[in-house]
């Protein structure tokens, strides 16, 4: 029997280990596709908006990445 599921693949924004000395990037789950968001750095201070809202979901330090998740959640 086929399974007939609609396969969400969600952006992943990495970003520098949190404070208490950790050392893994945090990734954060983001519901639209890694081109619905800009990525940009000014100085120290990189940010993470969306495209077409203009709404920032991160500014702090980086350096940041998204990136397509390899398995649908």
Do not use: D
């Not at 890694?34 to 908006?49: K, P």
Request: hydrophobic letters at 40%; proline letters at 14%.
């Amino acid at each position: 029997m086929p399974i007939n599921a609609h396969w969400s693949y969600p952006t992943l924004m990495c970003t520098p280990p949190g404070g208490a000395g950790g050392v893994f990037p945090t990734e954060t789950v983001l519901p639209l596709e890694a081109e619905a968001y800009a990525v940009t750095q000014e100085g120290e201070i990189w940010r993470v908006t969306v495209k077409h809202s203009g709404e920032v979901l991160y500014a702090g330090p980086g350096p940041v990445v998204l990136v397509e998740s390899p398995a649908p959640f």
